[in-house]
């Protein structure tokens, strides 16, 4: 049977991407670990290198906008309908799978965040975008982003986050699920096995309510590689996406602040 979360992907959300000026590729991090980062990335800024590494043109001078999926799917299905409004008003737009989805792995035990940080930021700087980038995050991706901002503030201009605190704490968690789903775990929220707990996931992270959606549309999506791939990576990354709350303090930024804004409407 025809999986149409697949369908979904190959024939509506990629081919929004490719409208919007975008080509993916793969960006291999030199850590040791074997390190790839899959990346959504502008066509006319893509020039290939001797070891068939795609690498990026050496001037940059449009506005880069970098963004970051949440913990429930990869960058194409998180974004598809906001790349070709960023590329129409001018902004390269970079997209990548955060390690442990879609096409991005690593040989390296590290399942933190500053370690997702530290790779898309190098994989970023492999692309020839060193300065003044804007990152958009949602949920799981703003978390990594505000450790980017902290880590790289020569690289990451400003941060937008959406559907997350710049911190992730054991009492954010709790109250969390008190007020979604009581009686359910942190990883059974995140990573559902049924239907139903799709359902949920789906309906704490959409404005739009989803009781309408078709059952068999939530068991593909179960059963497709974004959702089912990499489960135990996975589950040690929610561990250490929280941070104990004794532990928690507010991240330092050293960021310049210029006059500049995202611009979505005419």
């Known amino acids: 049977m025809v999986n149409t979360v697949k369908l979904l992907r190959k024939h509506l959300l990629a081919r929004l991407f490719k ?10 991090v030199d850590d040791g670990a074997g390190t790839v980062i899959n990346f959504w990335l502008p066509k006319h800024k893509a020039t290939p290198s001797e070891n068939g590494v795609q690498l990026m043109k050496p001037k940059q001078r449009r506005n880069a906008v970098v963004l970051l999926h949440g913990f429930a799917a990869d960058g194409l299905m998180t974004w598809a309908f906001q790349v ?13 799978d955060l ?31 060193e300065e003044r980038c804007t990152v958009v995050g949602f949920s799981y991706g703003a978390l990594v982003a505000f450790k980017m901002a902290a880590a790289c ?3 990451v201009r400003s941060v937008v986050a959406t559907g997350s605190a710049h911190v992730f704490t054991g009492a954010v968690k709790d109250a ?22 799709l359902r949920l996931l789906f309906a704490t992270a959409l404005y739009m309510k989803l009781r309408w959606f078709p059952r068999r549309v939530l068991n593909d999506f179960l059963r497709h590689k974004v959702m089912s791939a990499n489960r135990q990576e996975r589950t040690e990354m929610l561990e250490e996406m929280v941070t104990r709350d004794k532990q928690a303090s507010t991240p330092v930024f050293h960021q310049v602040h210029k006059s500049h804004s995202l611009q ?3």
């Not at 409208?19 to 291999?28: K, P, S, T, Y």
Request: aromatic share 8%; hydrophobic share 45%; proline share 5%.
């Open 19 to 28: 409208n919007a000026g975008l080509r993916q590729d793969a960006v291999a």
């Open 84 to 96: 070709g409004a960023l590329a129409e008003r001018g902004y390269d737009v970079y997209v990548p």
């Open 99 to 129: 390690l442990h989805f879609g096409r991005s792995t690593t040989a390296s035990a590290d399942r933190t965040m500053a370690f997702q940080a530290r790779c898309v930021a190098a994989a970023l700087r492999r692309l020839g975008v």
């Open 153 to 155: 503030p020569g690289l």
């Open 176 to 197: 969390l699920l008190w007020r979604l789903c009581p009686g359910t775990t942190f990883a059974e929220l995140m990573m559902p096995e049924s239907a139903g707990g």
């Open 264 to 266: 979505f409407h005419k």
